[in-house]
């Protein structure tokens, strides 16, 4: 078919280069392999096959006992999801141990790894890359919970793209190990220990685990999910957009949020969400992506009217053929107050015309002044906007009655000061 439309043939060629870029930028890497032993599906199920369908669509199939290193560990071959449960840990293990050495130099080239096991036969598993070790001690390695690790509720694997998910999951079992050593990352732990981990690792990235396949785990779907979340961000597929920044702060009344994409693909909206749990998510607001971009965008969103509390935000972005991912979840807490009037003061007092304010204010905030009698009665009440820096307002006092008064000075909800003074 020839294309005789100009513009057609424009986008046809935008879409070639944008192939080209996408190509370069992945040095050609192009297969996802899951691996197990062809001797048994792992705990007799194929959980696993099913998730890396669910997350990546096609993938390749290798066994331990007949795949040959030389052709496996290239760059064509990005991802590779080495399982090792219940009576797969004999042949997983001796497939590590033998070939430990190119598997390293695989994910230092570039390579995404996946090691998980959840033992039912053996011992202590090596998994390398710097001294990490599967913990496998028949029962008193088996956890019944697996929690997302001290400051990680936000990472990707639990918040998309496939949901719900969640950050608390028990099973019988959740894990049949536990990883030890090697200065990794921890994702998800619970008694004994931790049940995945994660290490950057030259210009790769591995992932250490020690889960049971998602049947044994609860609640359903979130574990499947789960599962499909952790293949996801784990393997080298080309997403919609590089989110490079994903941050929020307090200012004065409201909360600021920014984010900034290093390159964007098709990318249609993104849709601000909010919650108050960091489980059930409501829409804020949409605002337009750049389609296709290569360079450095920033963008930002004011909550004008957040919650008193903590608050939870995540972006959700939708491309042009209506397909949505998450970006991991950040937290403002507006209980812990940031004190926008450092400084603030009166004089002179006594007076007998005028009453000095005078205040710092670390931003452009609106405060409230009032002044009250001994009695609880409002002589005076005056709402004026501090700037940022030095201010010094002046309350007019040639009317007020000689006598006790009290002076309070508010900005929203929060008392900044409440003083006497004496009206001579």
Known sequence: MILT????????????ILLVLVAFAFKGYSAYIYMRSNTSQPWGVNNNENAMTGALGAWTQAFYETANPVTLLVPTNCFIFMEGGDGNATAFNTFITTNMVAIQNWVNAGGRLIFNAAPNVGANITY???????????????????????GQAGHPIFNGPFLPCGIAFTGNYFAHAYVTGGAVTNLINDAPGNSLTFK???????????????????????????????????????????LASFTGKQI?????????????????????????????????????????????L??????????????????????????STYSGIIYINRSAT???IEFADIRPNPTSTNLYIDLTSTENIPVTTEIKDIYGKVILQNTSEAVLGTNCFDLKLESVSKGFYFVSITSGNSAILNTKFIKN
């Not at 001690?137 to 019944?144: F, I, K, P, R």
Request: charged share 20%; proline share 3%.
């Open 298 to 323: 920033n963008y930002s969103y004011t909550d004008a009217i957040p919650g008193s509390g903590g608050n939870y935000y995540r972006l959700k972005q939708t491309d042009n053929s209506g397909k």
């Open 200 to 242: 950057a690792y030259g210009a790769g990235r591995v992932m250490f685990g020690g889960m049971t396949t998602d049947n044994w785990q609860s609640p359903s779907p979130n574990s499947q999910n789960l599962r499909k979340n952790i293949i996801t961000w784990m393997a080298c597929a080309v997403l919609p957009i590089e």
């Open 128 to 150: 390398g890359f710097g001294g990490v070790i599967l913990n496998y001690n028949g029962g008193a390695s088996l956890a019944s919970n697996g929690n997302a690790a001290a």
């Open 338 to 340: 940031l004190k926008a």
């Open 252 to 296: 004065g009344v409201k909360n600021e949020l920014e984010w900034s994409t290093q390159a964007e693909l098709d990318n249609n909206y993104f849709t601000i969400e909010k919650s108050v749990d960091a489980e059930n998510f409501n829409e804020l607001e949409r605002i337009s992506g750049a389609g296709d971009s290569h360079k450095l």
């Open 5 to 16: 439309n100009p513009l057609l043939l424009m986008k046809k060629i935008k879409f070639i």
